[in-house]
């Protein structure tokens, strides 16, 4: 038995492929085949566009994949099911950075519109037509959504009048001159699943066990490890210090009047917490990576 998985092609591939690395999962890519390779016999992948994931898992094609929330509540919209795939877990992570992206309605920096309800009668362009209808259907606003085969921010204002764009940074918005007047949802990426999946022993026992390696890869993402030891005298002044995880771990040393310490940090804290660290007391300060925090 095999558990057929669905890679997104396209942005979101190579930060995907570099997930599963940190989750344990060596994935191999070739140019010239839809089939990766990965390091694991029970799984088997095909590269899917992130826009059609949410229908080949809905459709059993393949029992799980990895796509954005935008697309599966565009397939949602389209298709009228809201359970015809289930999310098994929630994977902040984009093209460009470990978050959240977004989908705005966007204008213009010179037009007259300021609010949704402007654009009442007017042409929208974007690739996510069907959940776009669906925010201005839920405002009572009418307007005409045309779907977009790209360069959607060159389209305003002679060829649309507005449009709704995915943006991590905004950068290319700003560059072609357009202003932000909505936010029409929030996304990152899901693990999902056809619903038969949960209902297989061994299938959900294989996607849960890869949804909490992800998870932990992503939470190890800009964290590190710090070991130090110093004298219990200034333990407390130490302890103080740490914006620990949870809570540092206190070990005895051999010596009664030391002990050890070991937290984890945010690795960009580190640089001003070493030496403050250090004139405290703290001795054989090591800082070292992590790949994976399951919490």
């Not at 991590?168 to 693990?191: C, F, K, P």
């Not at 050890?260 to 250090?278: D, G, S, Y």
């Amino acid at each position: 038995m095999k558990l057929k998985l669905g890679l997104p092609k396209g942005s979101l591939q190579d930060a995907t492929v570099q997930l599963f690395a940190r989750a344990g999962f060596n994935i191999y890519i070739s140019s010239r085949s839809y089939y990766p390779g990965i390091d694991d016999p029970d799984i088997e992948c095909l590269l899917i566009r992130a826009q059609e994931m949410a229908r080949y898992v809905a459709d059993g094609v393949i029992d799980a994949g990895l796509t954005g929330l935008d697309w599966v509540a565009e397939h949602a919209a389209a298709s009228g099911k809201s359970d015809a795939v289930v999310s098994v877990a929630d994977l902040v992570y984009a093209k460009q950075s470990f978050g959240r992206v977004k989908w705005v309605l966007a204008v213009p920096e010179d037009s007259p519109f300021k609010t949704p309800q402007d654009l009442a009668g007017k042409t929208i362009a974007t690739e996510l037509v069907r959940a776009t209808e669906a925010y201005f259907g839920r405002m009572g606003v009418a307007v005409n959504v045309e779907f977009s085969w790209g360069a959607t921010e060159v389209k305003p204002p002679v060829l649309a009048d507005a449009i709704v764009e995915v943006t991590e940074t905004g950068s290319s918005l700003r560059a072609n001159r357009l202003r932000v007047i909505d936010t029409v949802l929030e996304s990152n990426t899901q693990l999902i699943v056809n619903p038969s999946v949960l209902e297989d022993e061994w299938k959900r026992t294989k996607v849960e066990n890869m949804a909490l390696l992800l998870r932990a890869a992503i939470e190890a993402q800009g964290r590190v490890g710090i070991m130090l030891n110093v004298e219990r005298a200034n333990l407390q002044t130490i302890l103080d210090l740490l914006p620990a995880l949870q809570r540092p771990t206190v070990s005895p040393l051999s010596d009664e009047l030391w002990v050890a310490v070991n937290t984890i940090i945010e690795e960009r804290t580190v640089r001003e917490l070493m030496p403050r660290l250090k004139a405290s007391g703290a001795q054989g300060i090591v800082e070292y990576p992590l790949n994976k925090i399951v919490l």
